[in-house]
């Protein structure tokens, strides 16, 4: 066995090592030199660039300061400003600065253009000798003629500028002075600076060229000072502003001084600095900048020698470095070549440990465990792992096992896919979920578990899923659909883990059927959405609806009608029939609503007897008019309910969009207003929400702000109207009436804000305090006259429902002192036919304290009779439409006289309201009435007129 050669025996680390450390040297040596070669062309750069620019580019910035200082000069011999002057002396010394600076640049003392600048600089000294005896002219001028400083200032342009700052003033807005005057003023300002601007532009054209006639010219506009000041005059006077009369005083002044300048160049000495300047000056700045700018152009010729001597450094610098990479790139292909050569016995090693991965279990080439080198070292480690690695399959196969097992025994149906999307597992819970065997799903792609429309979307977000790996917990992603083997769809939910393996990523997906759930859901979607009666969408479902198809309607403008409708008589159907038979007579309205609409349109009921309908598109406005008749013809066919026909009607208040509103809650409410214009016309019809039900509402909405705030305000008050007994000519009680007075809306009668405060539940604090009030005041007469005075005091339906009414009854006769007996609390038949079960038990308890029980507006209803035998009171009031009919109408006469029959046998007192004249006065006596009240015996009045008539001596039963 032979000894092995130097480099074969180095380790395969030393040889890398050796063959880098030579290719790295090699390009040292070579990068040194080049950068050796670019400081010397560096070197020659600077001589080009660096020596040679400064001196022209300061030679272009003194041609800018010459030019300046020529412009200050010329500025100064027009209008005579010694702050010109000034300036002009500081630039002369940053000339003189700058071209000193030049002088100074050591290329410059070197270069033949030494020469030239000097000679600039001996005409910038003659320029600046030039300026100064300018100046002394000028000034000589302005010294000897006053009269020109004093037109000169014509030029000023402060003038223009404050007869700017008054049109400013103007459109800031004075609001004190009229539109058109405003407008006449600035066709003033416009004239007069459009005259101001004309003079001062002849001022400065004479000023610039000193000629006769331009001096006539200015002298001819300055006759325009009567204008000016005629303008002026008329500004002050219109706007009455003192700054206006000041100027006119101030230009007044000024321009009577302007024809004095026609005298002061009769003569020829002012055409000297003229002269001058056009002479010498102006062609001596000429020859200042050609010359500087020849000097900038030569002292950048000077470097073209220079610049050709760096192109031929730099081209022998890239030869080099080309050689020099060349040679780096060659000596790299040597050392791959025997790096590689090296690499070949791990090549095999590669080789034999690749069979081993494929389970192929085959022994190592014993040449490369032989090797004493790293390749042997390694070969002789795999050698020992092979007899571990039968034993690691066998654990492998077990783990695999129990894996399987673990699957089958999830609850779960779990889906094991590769990254191609193929199925690899699939557990006995898949199979009886999608329908399928494994061995029909592996290696099939699990699109097939995806109904059509999810698959290609799925791939996509295979891809992504792959390429960022992740837990995704199940029912944190969006709801999917399963595809059965059979066809059917189911909803699922799905969730992912991520799998890492030898062989690549695998993705498990659990899924779980959410059949049940979906169903559950959506039932409790539907109760939240729809009524639970009639099975119509209900208020929530309907102004969504409402909301989409505004939002629609403004991408595409076309009207939207809202329409309320209130059935007519369900009310007396509910309480006669009760309530089973108002549910399923609901049931068929909400049927028949159906029919009156299109496929697009939407019944919803609200609640109660009250339905909405949504037209969410309308081509034709008397479409409208249309659906709402046919809703009413079919309404108001009779319903068939347990062999009894059943007659309703329906009132219809109908509101547009965009005209009537823009927002669904303001478009229910101007429906709901419409549908109580319905009533009021009669019921059984529809009525448009129109311009004046707006106002109406408008109104109604003051009101109701205004009345929350009443009774803090003290704005509520209390007006009695007393009650007569015929028999006895006196006054036995009075009528607590309740009043307002605001501010703003002035006396506000009950009937304007009662229902308002019924409505908005601001009745119950308002009438406990009237009760209160009344008890008290009627303790205090008692108090002061002797007298027991009954009070009768109004009670709203609303009290019975929102407020313990015994309670408060309780505490007003306590805190008063008041006996039970003289308070009377009056009802209207609203409060008995009220669906309010508690009402029979709140009059029980009332009649027990004592306090007597009223009912009003008798014979205005329809079952008062029947309340009557059901409900026990102490006082019947006979309404005041009957007694203002009972001088007219006989019939109403016999009405009368019955109801005081019937009255007497059922042990009632009697009371008519609104008697207005004696006619009425004596029938009422006749037929037996025994209590009187009205406007003809006394309107209703103030607590201390009330006193003074209880106290009053003579006959009562007279108008007061």
């Known amino acids: ?52 620019q400064p001196a022209a580019l ?60 000097n000679e600039i600089h001996g005409m910038l000294a003659r320029f600046f000798a030039y300026a100064e005896e300018l100046f002394h002219l000028r000034e000589n001028e302005l010294e000897n003629y006053p009269g020109l400083a004093l037109a000169s200032q014509l030029t000023d342009p402060s003038t223009l500028a404050y007869l700017g700052t008054v049109n400013d003033l103007l459109d800031s807005g004075l609001d004190e002075v009229p539109r058109a005057k405003r407008q006449r003023v600035r066709n003033l300002l416009q004239d007069l600076r459009y005259s101001w601007v004309q003079m001062n532009n002849a001022f400065r054209i004479f000023m610039t060229t000193r000629q006769h006639n331009d001096l006539e010219n200015f002298y001819n506009y300055s006759d325009t000072n009567g204008l000016i000041h005629k303008r002026l005059r008329e500004l002050h006077v219109d706007l009455g502003f003192n700054a206006l009369a000041q100027l006119e005083e101030y230009r007044a002044q000024r321009l009577k001084n302007v024809p004095t300048v026609a005298k002061v160049f009769q003569g020829d000495a002012w055409r000297k600095d003229v002269y001058l300047l056009k002479t010498e000056v102006n062609p001596l700045l000429d020859k200042i900048s050609m010359a500087l700018q020849a000097f900038a152009s030569s002292e950048i010729g000077v470097s073209a020698a220079s610049e050709r001597e760096l192109a031929a450094r730099l081209n022998q610098t890239y030869t080099f ?154 029912g944190k992603r969006p709801e999917l659909y399963g595809l059965r083997k059979n066809g059917e769809e189911i909803p699922v939910e799905i969730g992912l883990s991520p799998i890492e393996t030898s062989e690549g990523l695998l993705i498990s997906a659990a899924v779980r059927d959410i059949t049940e759930r979906k169903i559950a859901e959506e039932k409790l979607i539907h109760q939240a959405n729809y009524d639970s009666l009639t099975g119509l969408p209900n208020r929530s479902l309907a102004l969504e609806r409402l909301s989409h198809a505004i939002t629609g309607a403004r991408r595409k403008p076309h009207p939207i009608a809202v329409m309320f409708v209130d059935l007519d008589n369900f009310k007396q159907v509910n309480d006669s029939l009760g309530h089973s038979v108002g549910d399923v007579l609901l049931q068929h309205v909400g049927n028949r609503l159906n029919e009156c609409i299109r496929a697009n349109d939407t019944v919803a009921r609200l609640g109660g007897d009250e339905f909405l309908i949504v037209v969410p598109r309308i081509l034709e406005l008397h479409e409208i008019d249309v659906i709402a008749q046919k809703i009413i013809d079919t309404v108001g066919h009779p319903f068939s309910i347990d062999e009894r026909d059943i007659y309703l009607g329906a009132s219809i208040g109908i509101t547009l969009f965009p005209t009537d509103g823009e927002e669904p809650e303001v478009l229910l409410r101007n429906a709901d207003a419409a549908m109580y214009q319905a009533k009021k016309a009669g019921r059984n019809t529809f009525r448009f929400f129109t311009a004046e039900m707006n106002k109406q509402l408008l109104a109604r909405l003051d009101i109701e702000s205004k009345l929350r705030s009443a009774l803090e305000k003290d704005e509520l008050f209390l007006n009695y109207q007393p009650l007569f007994e015929l028999e006895n000519n006196k006054v036995i009680g009075v009528e607590a009436l309740l009043r307002w007075k605001n501010l703003t809306l002035g006396l506000v009668m009950p009937d304007t804000f009662i229902h308002i405060a019924e409505e908005t539940g601001l009745i119950n604090k308002i009438g406990e305090w009237v009760l209160r009030e009344s008890c008290r005041k009627a303790a205090t007469w008692q108090q002061t006259t002797g007298i027991p005075v009954r009070i009768a005091v109004n009670i709203s339906p609303a009290q019975f429902r929102s407020s313990d009414l015994v309670a408060i009854v309780k505490e007003a006769l306590a805190e008063s002192g008041l006996a039970a007996d003289l308070l009377e609390l009056e009802m209207t038949e609203r409060v008995l036919i009220d669906d309010n079960p508690n009402v029979n038990r709140i009059l029980k308890d009332i009649r027990r304290l004592g306090v007597r029980l009223a009912l009003d507006d008798f014979g205005t209803g329809y079952s008062s009779l029947g309340y009557l035998k059901r409900f026990r009171f102490d006082v019947l009031k006979i309404d005041r439409m009957f007694v203002s009919d009972i001088t007219v109408n006989p019939e109403t006469e016999s009405l009368c006289k019955a109801i005081v029959a019937m009255a007497q046998s059922m042990d009632l007192e009697v009371v008519a309201e609104g008697v207005e004249n004696v006619q009425q006065l004596e029938i009422l006596r006749g037929l037996g009435v025994t209590f009187v009240q009205g406007y003809y015996l006394s309107p209703p009045s103030p607590a201390d007129k009330i006193q003074e008539i209880l106290t009053r001596k003579s006959p009562l039963l007279r108008p007061v």
Do not use: W
Not at 81 to 99: C, G, L, N, P, S
Not at 342 to 362: E, Q
């Open 1 to 52: 066995m032979h000894k092995p050669d130097l480099f074969r025996a180095m380790t395969l680390k030393r040889k890398v090592i050796f063959a880098f450390a030579g290719m790295l040297l090699l390009m040292l040596v070579g990068t040194g030199f080049v950068l050796y070669r670019l400081a010397q062309t560096v070197t020659v750069g600077n001589d080009v660039i660096l020596l040679h």
């Open 58 to 117: 300061s030679s272009v910035q003194l041609i800018r300061q010459v030019n300046l200082a020529s412009a200050l000069l010329s500025n100064y011999l027009l209008t005579g400003d010694k702050r010109i002057k000034e300036e002009f002396y500081q630039h002369k010394d940053v000339i003189y600065k700058t071209a000193n600076q030049i002088a100074g640049f050591q290329e410059l003392q070197k270069s033949k253009n030494k020469k030239v600048f």
């Open 321 to 474: 470095a080309g050689i020099i990479l060349i040679a780096g790139i060659l000596l790299a292909s040597i050392v791959g070549s025997l790096i590689i050569k090296s690499l070949r016995p791990i090549s095999a090693l590669t080789d034999s440990v690749n069979k081993l991965s494929l389970d192929h279990l085959v022994p190592l080439d014993t040449s490369l465990a032989r090797r004493e080198d790293e390749v042997g070292r390694l070969a002789r480690s795999f050698d020992r792992m092979t007899k571990h690695l039968i034993q690691d399959i066998r654990e492998r196969k077990i783990a695999e096992r129990k894996f399987e097992t673990l699957l089958e025994s999830l609850s779960d149906a779990t889906v094991i896919v590769d990254q191609s999307g193929l199925i690899k597992l699939f557990n006995f819970q898949a199979e009886m979920l999608f329908g399928y065997t494994k061995e029909e799903v592996i290696d099939k792609p699990v699109e097939i578990l995806l109904p059509l429309r999810y698959r290609a979307g799925h791939t996509l977000l295979l891809r992504d899923y792959t390429e960022k790996p992740q837990f995704k917990q199940m």
